[in-house]
């Protein structure tokens, strides 16, 4: 009884410990074979995913420069129409123009038709104007409501002499353009309610000598602009240089600047925005681990003259949609680790039964040569 249950344990220990060899000699170098092709295959979907969001949001900036430069074309073309240099010309002989004898109010008239049209075929437009070289509106038509107004009269026409828009033109060349940075528009110096959010174009206009004798200037509807950053997937972020909102989800966190509150990317986007400045290019992408998100940052530098001036533009997507491909070759991985594994253990068990089952034999045959009683 007792040489029955040694050989019964002596055959499972053996067994256990040649079960053991066998699924480590086979498993160690699957696993490893395994670990580095997931970390390729893992770093390459990763990579793969990064790129694709840092397209999508190079495209949303690229879409958005476009649509900025027809603003500037059409400033370009209004300060090269005939009424701008026949307003000058008028101004200069009494209130003729010498050259095709027509009254300045006519050309004045001339002008504001030209504005009205403008603004009432494009929607987009706020205000149009002609600034005098003292800084007195000569001419302005705006356009609220689907309506276009136009203001005359020293009572509502201002003067924009102290305004950044101004100053700055008349340091410019004929063709430059001046583009201010979004705010919201301003009457007589008050911020108007409700708030308007614009941006200003404006370039400078000199008479035939090359003497300063004013600017045209456009202000646009912000929000006509901003409406084009629509996503399907994930959020879309447009801040000023400073790191204040232009756009933002959430319509109470915009324009903190003006309203005196303090939502800001430094607060929402810390780690990303430092590395983006501290990098000194204009784009970056991560995976931010805070706040479960691929996070894609890309400068949208919109004055070609002040390169230093930019927004910045953040296209946010859940890291699950956008690592799905991940993910799946994870499960995929570890489905597979499983499959393996259980394969193993089967086809070690039956090849330590196999090596083990002669040992057992030659055991047993072994007891009993010694147990028999010899003549």
């Known amino acids: 009884m007792n040489s029955k249950f040694s050989l019964r344990f002596f055959r499972t220990h053996m067994s256990a410990r040649l079960m053991v060899i066998f699924i480590l ?46 603003f500037a074309s059409d400033l370009l073309f209004m300060s090269g129409t005939s009424p701008v240099q026949g307003i000058i010309r008028a101004r200069d002989n009494g209130g003729t123009d010498p050259v095709q004898r027509i009254p300045y109010e ?16 494009k929607h987009f437009y706020q205000q149009f104007r002609y600034i005098n070289e003292n800084g007195d509106e000569m001419v302005r038509v705006d356009y609220r409501n689907n309506k276009v107004n136009i203001i005359s009269g020293t009572e509502q026409l201002q003067n924009k002499a102290q305004w950044p ?25 008050k911020i108007e309610v409700p708030h308007v959010p614009v941006i200003r174009f404006s370039t400078p206009i000199y008479d035939k000598i090359g003497q300063f004798r004013g ?18 997937l994930g959020k879309i972020y447009l ?5 204040f909102y232009l756009s933002h989800p959430d319509p109470s ?35 931010d681990k805070t706040r479960n998100e691929v996070v894609s940052l890309q400068k949208i530098h ?8 930019y927004w910045i533009l953040i296209r946010t997507i859940p890291e699950d949609e956008a690592l799905g491909a991940v993910n799946g070759l994870r499960l995929l991985m570890l489905g597979l680790a499983l499959i393996i594994t259980i394969i193993v253990i089967f086809l070690a068990r039956g090849l330590a039964n196999k090596f083990t089952r002669p040992i057992i034999r030659l055991q047993t045959v072994t007891r009993q040569i010694s147990q028999t009683h010899l003549p």
């Open 25 to 70: 000699v086979a498993l160690i170098p699957l696993t490893v074979v395994a670990l580095l092709s997931y970390q390729r295959a893992y770093t390459s979907l990763i990579n793969l995913a990064l790129s694709k969001m840092e397209q999508e949001t190079l495209s949303i900036m690229k879409d958005t420069s476009i649509y900025i430069e027809h």
């Open 302 to 309: 919109f004055d070609p003259l002040n390169p230093q001036h």
């Open 165 to 189: 828009y101004f100053i700055v033109s008349q340091t410019l060349r004929q063709g430059e353009i001046y583009i201010s940075p979004i705010n919201f528009n301003r009457e007589n110096g």
């Open 239 to 243: 801040t000023n240089k400073e790191g």
């Open 215 to 232: 600017i045209i200037v456009s202000n646009i509807y912000v929000a006509n602009f901003l409406s084009r950053l629509i996503v399907n």
């Open 106 to 121: 006519v050309w004045v008239n001339k002008l504001t038709h030209l504005f009205a049209v403008m603004a009432r075929n």
């Open 253 to 287: 966190r915009t324009f903190g600047f003006e309203l005196g509150t303090h939502y800001n990317i430094r607060h929402d986007f810390p780690t990303s925005l430092k590395v983006l400045k501290l990098s000194g290019s204009d784009s970056y992408v991560t995976v």
